[in-house]
């Protein structure tokens, strides 16, 4: 029933190959906030970069039109806006509704929604305990940039 969504992503987001879609807790929790889930730390900075956005609410007309079709544009419509590369953040929550992740292949998409699920949990926590909270430019970058990218040297070869 969602194929019209992925459908839409793969024709905004060369590259992407796979796309999940979940309704788990913490994650949706963000969605239905409203609220993109930001980058704190190390741990979503491994995987994203930057914070995860959320879109904007679906319209009336978008809801009783093409639904999923619609789905899939106010995601692309939200990466195009905000400039982000799909292939550095591979994540997305859909206002009032759920997260989507996506990759290259099937397994980084799962692993993508599997990683943003934790990120939101600990991004709940992190927000609750100092709502000020944030990471250095620096370390989101360093984190990022050595396991993703042609210059990447983390992990074992």
């Not at 980084?108 to 926590?125: F, L, R």
Request: charged share 20%; net charge neutral; glycine share 8%.
């Amino acid at each position: 029933s969602d194929t019209p969504t992925h459908i839409e992503l793969y024709k905004a987001f060369p590259g992407v190959r796979s796309v999940v879609h979940t309704h788990s807790k913490w994650a949706t929790s963000w969605a239905q906030a409203k609220c993109g889930i930001p980058a704190l730390g190390t741990t979503h900075a491994d995987n994203f970069y930057g914070e995860i956005p959320c879109t904007r609410a679906l319209t009336d007309e978008e809801i009783q039109g093409e639904y999923e079709k619609n789905t899939g544009l106010v995601i692309a419509e939200t990466f195009k806006e905000k400039a982000i590369d799909p292939l550095k953040v591979g994540a997305v929550l859909v206002a009032n509704h759920g997260p989507f992740a996506w990759g290259p292949t099937c397994g980084k998409a799962v692993e993508n929604a599997a990683v943003m699920e934790y990120a939101a949990e600990m991004a709940y926590i992190t927000t609750r305990l100092n709502s000020e909270a944030s990471i250095p430019k620096a370390l989101l970058q360093k984190h990022f940039f050595r396991k993703h990218g042609d210059s990447a040297y983390y992990g074992q070869k």
